[in-house]
């Protein structure tokens, strides 16, 4: 993550958490010669909606201008936006959220033949986690250890 990256988050937090929202990711990032800024917020229990990301975007904007020096002097564009049902799952609140709920796992290497598994995340520790699978018809428990997590995400179950 960009080096002044934290004092972004020190400024925004106060912000975001004073409107009962929830600071769920951020990340500044070059894309096609463009620097944006990312900032993804949620709200409990139904989610965060387009006006009031809006009005929480023109005080984001208005704090960031105010921060001196500025952390982040080269040009860029401001997004703010709601992480999607499909959020990564990156925090601790977000791994407590995640319990017993549906999702998504990414693998670096392949285990049981497979790169990915979807499932029901009965728990977790610093190890590994443990995901209910389903196999055909029958459901079935899986260990994975963390270091072969290359993502993991809430999903929706079909």
Not at 40 to 62: C, H, K, Q
Not at 74 to 89: A, T
Request: glycine content about 4%; charged content about 30%.
């Amino acid at each position: 993550m960009f080096k002044n990256i934290d004092k972004v988050i020190e400024v925004i937090t106060p912000l975001v958490h004073a409107r009962g929202d929830e600071l769920v990711d951020i990340e500044y990032v070059k894309e096609n010669n463009q620097n944006y800024l990312r900032i993804y917020v949620d709200r409990e229990p139904n989610g965060i909606d387009i006006d009031e990301i809006a009005t929480l975007s023109e005080s984001v904007s208005e704090q960031l201008d105010l921060i001196n020096p500025d952390p982040l002097p080269d040009p860029y564009i401001l997004e703010l936006s709601s992480p999607g049902v499909e959020r990564p799952i990156k925090t601790e609140a977000d791994w407590c959220k995640a319990k017993n709920d549906y999702v998504h796992v990414g693998l670096y290497k392949k285990i049981n033949g497979q790169k990915s598994y979807e499932g029901t995340l009965l728990d977790y520790d610093m190890d590994k986690i443990i995901l209910e699978i389903k196999i055909k018809t029958q459901q079935k428990k899986i260990a994975i250890p963390h270091n072969m997590i290359a993502n993991i995400r809430f999903a929706i179950k079909f």
